[in-house]
Nanobody
Framework: QVQLVESGGGLVQAGGSLRLSCAAS????????MGWFRQAPGKEREFVAA????????FYADSVKGRFTISRDNAKNTVYLQMNSLKPEDTAVYYC???????????????WGQGTQVTVSS
């Protein structure tokens, strides 16, 4: 049974930083791509960032490019999302997801975490 557990969310002022973590268990983490998505109240879930299994390639939504960095540590079965220069519009529940390929579409991922709330105050 695959489990993904996010942590690191919280309340931060605009311009601040947070680092999200997602710990994976249940199958060979190092051979799967990982993605981060977010969902704000009343909105669709949207792609934020993704990383290939080897961390050789990363992908970002235009809205976070240059501010967010996705990384992974295969020895720790963990993927991270470093978020800098946060804006109120970044407020959302952030989810990590695991799948065979790093894709922007959420239907390309097999497993999802429960989410962690990020709130950015102005």
């Amino acid at each position: 049974q695959v489990q993904l557990v996010e942590s690191g969310g919280g309340l931060v002022q605009a311009g601040g930083s947070l680092r999200l973590s997602c710990a994976a268990s249940g199958r060979s983490f190092s051979i799967y791509a990982m993605g981060w998505f977010r969902q704000a109240p009343g909105k669709e879930r949207e792609f934020v960032a993704a990383v290939t299994w080897s961390a050789g390639s990363t992908f970002y939504a235009d809205s976070v490019k240059g501010r967010f960095t996705i990384s992974r540590d295969n020895a720790k079965n963990t993927v991270y999302l470093q978020m800098n220069s946060l804006k109120p519009e970044d407020t959302a529940v952030y989810y990590c997801a695991e799948g065979p390929r790093a894709r922007v579409s959420n239907d390309q991922y097999d497993y999802w975490g429960q989410g962690t709330q990020v709130t950015v105050s102005s």
